[in-house]
């Protein structure tokens, strides 16, 4: 079988959640026979003189680059006829089996209707909030409230902040086409996934579509050979975080919540940061509040995993998570955590991680303090972590599963 994946960006242009997990499914896919292209979307604009589609390799994987013109700008809905009639283009020379959109923001909002009127049957994952949300993550500025429910009033006033020059009236219309355009669009999907129940309760709320909604973890992206050892008797306890490394990942939660355990641990961060100045600042922070940081920078797959040298992680995001790679990485290697009530953080987390479900720096630091100041409760948490975990490879045999089962009816 001949699968095209479309996902918004794709490394090296840059590697968040979503991208690891397409990257890791099209290997997986790659691994069991099939045939892969993925058509990658780009934050970067081309030159009127650049090949409207580039051809890239990434680790053995064949990547079609589509870059958008400079006046092609994002908005509450992507009107590129230019763009559309290259997602055309592609599937016409490509002819896949099957398509797996992971997103459109870059590519246009009507892939899978593409795919369809020319014979080709799609699925589509949802990895995160952007079919009900033009900002993606329902994180609205200062002042704002995100509906409880799929209504749209305080979605105009919210997408204001970036429109300053726009009516409201024209933001409202804006908004309603936005809806009507994204059910059309699920609508034509055979499957939509999602990577855990959080993820579909909160669809289910806040989309104005109406479809169902089925559940395929993304697991484990990559084997993992080595547990974390025990902390040496008398050593600093170490913990840290790992990821991408953002303000939204609460990392200036986890510096002042260990501000009063002091030189009892040792705060390690891991990860790229894309910021400048940010990891700076943690640092300073960490000065000043007397807890020893290390910051260890970037790291990949061929390098030593950052979870193995701590014997707490934390992750205390202030985002709904629609998975949480980072807390299977910790817990598959032996090492609990202390996760947010964000989103499908406390699903990964039921065995071997504390969930706070309140916000700030007191319930954190409290919940630290116990746990590090217990060795019995640290140890109680280890001793739950599971021994088998979901991995990608299981996700992309559901995929074919259903790819296949398609493919057989029509």
Request: glycine content about 10%; overall charge negative; proline content about 7%.
């Given at each position: 079988?001949?699968?095209?994946?479309?996902?918004?960006?794709?490394?090296?242009?840059?590697?968040?959640?979503?991208?690891?997990?397409?990257?890791?499914?099209?290997?997986?896919?790659?691994?069991?026979?099939?045939?892969?292209?993925?058509?990658?979307?780009?934050?970067?604009?081309?030159?009127?003189?650049?090949?409207?589609?580039?051809?890239?390799?990434?680790?053995?994987?064949?990547?079609?680059?589509?870059?958008?013109?400079?006046?092609?700008?994002?908005?509450?809905?992507?009107?590129?006829?230019?763009?559309?009639?290259?997602?055309t283009d592609i599937l016409v020379e490509e002819q896949p089996d099957a398509v797996h959109v992971h997103h459109w923001s870059t590519l246009g909002h009507d892939i899978l209707q593409r795919a369809a009127a020319l014979g080709i049957v799609g699925g589509a994952t949802l990895h995160d909030l952007w079919t009900t949300c033009p900002r993606f993550f329902r994180r609205p500025p200062s002042g704002v409230r995100c509906p409880l429910d799929a209504s749209r009033e305080s979605c105009v006033t919210c997408a204001s902040s970036d429109l300053p020059h726009t009516d409201l009236k024209d933001i409202a219309k804006d908004m309603e086409r936005r809806d009507k355009i994204i059910?059309?669009?699920?609508?034509?999907?055979?499957?939509?996934?999602?990577?855990?129940?959080?993820?579909?309760?909160?669809?289910?709320?806040?989309?104005?579509?109406?479809?169902?909604?089925?559940?395929?973890?993304?697991?484990?992206?990559?084997?993992?050979?080595?547990?974390?050892?025990?902390?040496?008797?008398?050593?600093?306890?170490?913990?840290?975080?790992?990821?991408?490394?953002?303000?939204?990942?609460?990392?200036?939660?986890?510096?002042?919540?260990?501000?009063?355990?002091?030189?009892?641990?040792?705060?390690?961060?891991?990860?790229?940061?894309?910021?400048?100045?940010?990891?700076?600042?943690?640092?300073?922070?960490?000065?000043?509040?007397?807890?020893?940081?290390?910051?260890?920078?970037?790291?990949?797959?061929?390098?030593?995993?950052?979870?193995?040298?701590?014997?707490?992680?934390?992750?205390?995001?202030?985002?709904?998570?629609?998975?949480?790679?980072?807390?299977?990485?910790?817990?598959?290697?032996?090492?609990?955590?202390?996760?947010?009530?964000?989103?499908?953080?406390?699903?990964?987390?039921?065995?071997?991680?504390?969930?706070?479900?309140?916000?700030?720096?007191?319930?954190?630091?409290?919940?630290?303090?116990?746990?590090?100041?217990?060795?019995?409760?640290?140890?109680?948490?280890?001793?739950?972590?599971?021994?088998?975990?979901?991995?990608?490879?299981?996700?992309?045999?559901?995929?074919?599963?259903?790819?296949?089962?398609?493919?057989?009816?029509?």
């Open positions: 079988m001949k699968l095209a994946l479309f996902v918004h960006d794709f490394p090296p242009e840059f590697l968040g959640g979503t991208e690891q997990v397409v990257l890791a499914l099209a290997h997986s896919y790659q691994d069991s026979g099939h045939e892969v292209v993925v058509v990658a979307g780009s934050q970067q604009r081309r030159a009127e003189s650049d090949p409207a589609i580039v051809t890239e390799a990434h680790e053995g994987l064949r990547v079609l680059r589509l870059r958008r013109s400079q006046d092609e700008n994002y908005g509450i809905c992507l009107d590129w006829p230019r763009v559309g009639g290259l997602v059910g059309r669009e699920i609508a034509t999907a055979a499957f939509v996934a999602v990577p855990s129940e959080a993820q579909a309760k909160l669809l289910h709320r806040h989309a104005a579509f109406r479809t169902e909604l089925e559940i395929i973890p993304h697991g484990l992206l990559a084997p993992v050979p080595e547990r974390a050892l025990p902390r040496a008797a008398g050593a600093p306890f170490r913990v840290g975080s790992f990821g991408n490394v953002v303000p939204e990942k609460g990392f200036d939660l986890i510096v002042e919540a260990l501000g009063h355990l002091g030189e009892e641990v040792e705060l390690r961060i891991s990860g790229r940061c894309p910021h400048a100045g940010y990891v700076e600042a943690l640092e300073r922070r960490a000065r000043t509040l007397g807890v020893p940081f290390t910051y260890t920078g970037p790291y990949g797959p061929g390098d030593r995993h950052p979870a193995l040298d701590l014997d707490l992680a934390i992750f205390p995001s202030l985002c709904h998570e629609s998975y949480g790679l980072v807390v299977d990485e910790a817990l598959a290697r032996g090492v609990p955590v202390v996760v947010s009530g964000r989103g499908a953080l406390p699903e990964r987390a039921e065995r071997g991680g504390k969930v706070v479900r309140q916000g700030g720096v007191g319930p954190l630091e409290v919940a630290l303090a116990n746990l590090l100041r217990s060795h019995r409760q640290l140890e109680a948490l280890r001793s739950e972590i599971p021994t088998d975990f979901p991995t990608i490879r299981q996700a992309a045999d559901r995929y074919i599963e259903r790819f296949t089962s398609l493919s057989r009816v029509s």
